[in-house]
């Protein structure tokens, strides 16, 4: 396997992560690097984590077109007398794509402390601006609400 995971081979794993290929079918491949290798280095450099981000974000759009696909075909080309086990199947391939949509968010992946909540506070904020975390750190008593969810809040 490559051991070596440089910016052409990483835009190379994200085209197909955005195909909604997984990781692990990716770097099976004799021209790729071990899936360690990507997650480690996604870890470590920002803009190899932006990539992947967006590459795991357009992913599950593309499952989620699948799954939409699944479950709009049609039963007509199917023997009668395995019609049922035709939707089963569907059932559990609509299931398992929908979990894994669920799943595929990659901010847990750094565990960095600007991609986590701060001080246990939910902020909701409206604004009429494309930025709307700017908007809520230039002005946040007009365009955020920040609910308290530790102790004593009523």
Known sequence: MA???NKKKML???DELADGRSLNSICKRDDMPHRVTVLQAVQRDDELYEMYARARAIGAETLADEIHD???QGLESV????ANAEVQRRRLQVDSLKWTYARQQPRGLRNKAEDTAQNNQIVLSWSKTADDVTARQADEDDTATVINLVGGAS
Do not use: E, N, P, T
Request: contains cysteine.
């Open 3 to 5: 051991g070596k995971l």
């Open 79 to 82: 023997d009668k007398q395995l």
């Open 70 to 72: 699944v479950s709009r």
């Open 12 to 14: 190379a794993i994200c």
